[in-house]
């Protein structure tokens, strides 16, 4: 089952998502097999993150709220608010790189 998970970030904390990029990022890479894309939302392309947004293969909802609690960017408190939503893929063809 497929489902989008966004996240938002809590307000000015830049510096601590900076300070735990590097953990978060090779977790997600240790993660890909069921975290198929992921990446962060900005208002500017060179805005700082205010959040981040996964697709994600899963079993459950549950299961993926479990995954996300051993992620760097949740367990460093990061993350403000949390949004699971069940996705059904519209285009079957391959759109990302």
């Known amino acids: ?15 601590l998502r900076a300070e735990h990029l590097t953990a ?38 549950q299961e993926v709220l479990d995954l996300m609690k ?3 960017f949740y367990t460093c408190g990061l993350r403000d608010r949390v949004d699971v939503f069940y996705w059904s893929k519209a285009l079957q063809r391959k759109v990302l790189v």
């Open 1 to 15: 089952m497929l489902f989008a998970v966004i996240f938002t970030d809590r307000s000015g904390q830049g510096t």
């Open 70 to 72: 051993s992620d760097p």
């Open 24 to 61: 978060h990022i090779e977790w997600v890479a240790a993660h890909q097999d069921v975290v198929l894309v992921a990446g962060s939302l900005r208002s500017e392309p060179e805005a700082i993150p205010r959040g981040g947004l996964w697709v994600v293969d899963a079993a459950s909802k």
